[in-house]
């Protein structure tokens, strides 16, 4: 029911009905009594809540029947309840795969163009040393 677009479109439109029924005050027939997290607050029974459940219309007697076990017959909520409600979903090691080879590529890019940069300048000092070398012999040989 609760994946159901058509219930959910349904629903909305009731709240909607509902909230317009009743003006600024809010719902059509709600009792101006304390809200929930007043010390004055009562949470309703579960009988009250079955007949409010009985009253609704559009739902099949399947959804009504789940209702009615999972108001009188709770069941505690399991640890994969608690992960699917609170949890973040983990990350596969698949996904960690393909993160680290991402990584390695981007590292490995940079210390190419790091090698190359590195390659150059040398390259560089080396013909400035060799040029300066020459200049040394030709005034060498003009002095002699």
């Known amino acids: 029911m609760a994946e159901d677009p058509i219930n959910q479109q349904a629903f909305a439109e009731d709240v909607a009905a509902a909230a317009a029924a009743g003006g600024a005050d809010g719902f059509a027939?709600?009792?101006?009594?304390?809200?929930?997290?007043h010390p004055d607050f009562k949470m309703p029974s579960p009988e009250?809540?079955?007949k409010m459940v009985q009253d609704m219309e559009g739902?099949?007697?399947a959804e009504?029947?789940?209702l009615r076990e999972s108001i009188f017959n709770p069941k505690p909520p399991s640890p994969e309840d608690f992960m699917r409600q609170y949890g973040h979903p983990g990350h596969s090691s698949r996904e960690?795969?393909?993160f680290f080879v991402m990584l390695a590529l981007i590292l490995l890019v940079f210390a190419l163009?790091?090698?190359?940069l590195y390659k150059s300048l040398t390259e560089k000092e080396l013909k400035k040393q060799e040029k300066?070398?020459?200049k040394q012999a030709k005034k060498a040989k003009k002095s002699n």
């Open 29 to 37: 027939g709600a009792s101006p009594g304390p809200e929930p997290g």
């Open 48 to 50: 009250d809540i079955w």
């Open 59 to 61: 739902i099949s007697d």
């Open 64 to 66: 009504r029947e789940e």
């Open 96 to 98: 960690y795969l393909v």
């Open 113 to 116: 163009f790091g090698y190359k």
């Open 132 to 134: 300066l070398k020459s």
